[in-house]
């Protein structure tokens, strides 16, 4: 018994659709942004069977600086959210709109 | 979570008999097998969990358990290093950060529903099949064959095999070791550039989080009175406007 490694690569883009259809169904910006932090983790479980497959640790090298960009981004994407929530009390993504024509 | 705790404890073994007897563990492949199939069934659970449950503090915590599962993973597929970052930055710093914006904000209530798109839901999960298909066709369907795994033993089949992580992560110092000479012997500069963006982010953040003394600085929250600005009264309607702003929160 053993685990090809394609079914880690088929775990990884289940994993990443559950995040896309959690951006596009759910209008809480909060959920939204952790449904973007699930597919980050997919693309990194991918990178690392990669990394695995092809013998060498470049892979989980591109997996280290995924990582330091996904913290970058929650630090300013969630100081983001409370500036919104500030403004509109509310931070249902359907309320800010005020781009709409 | 205590089947987390379980399946964590597992793997700490196999990893543990991997480094003492590497040959016999790696070589077998059956740990590897039973711990996938434990843990990526929580895992997908968790994640879709994460986008069903109403309530936005239960789906953060679903994500830390999806978070801990891709960190068991990591340990199973020979990515020691990134199991533990995995650990300490996911699990730890940014859903700490999450759970206290939802404290914070005090908003773990359901949103109001109303649906702006009709049909939307369906379209997404439509389009979810769709791009699901095709990832697993496309990125998975090559190694799905039982060549393609990683036991280290004589691969018969034509599909491609899997070379596997064991004769590098057993030289320069093993698997930290090998990361680390990357990062600072070839990959150095995209190296120093993270450090740079990290700071820009811890910069970006104290200007977002700072408290704005006039709140007319930012964009006003009130649509219908903006859009009802007239031309040449901008002073006294911004009087006005001030003082329609609710309280500080």
Known sequence: MAVPAGWYLGLAAALFVIGVVGVLIRRNLIVMFMCVELMLNSVNLTLVTFSRINGNLEGQVLSF??????AAEVTVGLALIVNLFRLKASIDADDVDALRA | MSGVLATL????????????????????????????????PISLGAALSVILLKNAVHAALMLVVNFFTIAVLYAVLEAQFLAVVQVIVYAGAIMVLFLFMLMLLGVDRELAFRDRLRGQKAAAVLLGAVLLGALVVGVAGR???????????????????????????????????????????????????????????????????????????????????????????????????????????
């Open chain 2, 143 to 249: 190694y799905l064959g039982t060549e393609s795994a990683c036991t280290g033993a004589a691969v018969s089949g034509d599909g491609p095999p899997c070379a596997g992580l064991a004769s590098v992560n057993e030289g320069e110092g093993g698997n930290v070791g090998g990361i680390g000479v990357l990062l600072f012997t070839e990959y150095v500069w995209p190296f120093e550039v993270t450090s740079v963006l990290l700071v820009i982010a811890a910069l970006g953040a104290m200007v977002l989080g700072r408290k704005h003394e006039d709140e007319s600085e930012l964009v006003d929250t009130n649509r219908a009175e903006r859009v009802a600005v007239p031309a040449g009264g901008e002073p006294a309607h911004q009087r006005e406007l001030e003082a329609s702003l609710p309280e500080e929160q």
């Open chain 2, 9 to 40: 404890a597992a793997v700490v073994a196999q990893v543990g008999g991997q480094g003492i007897d590497t040959g016999a563990a790696a070589s077998s492949g059956t740990a590897e097998f039973v711990v996938f199939v434990i843990v990526a």
């Open chain 1, 65 to 70: 600086f995924v990582m330091v960009v996904a």
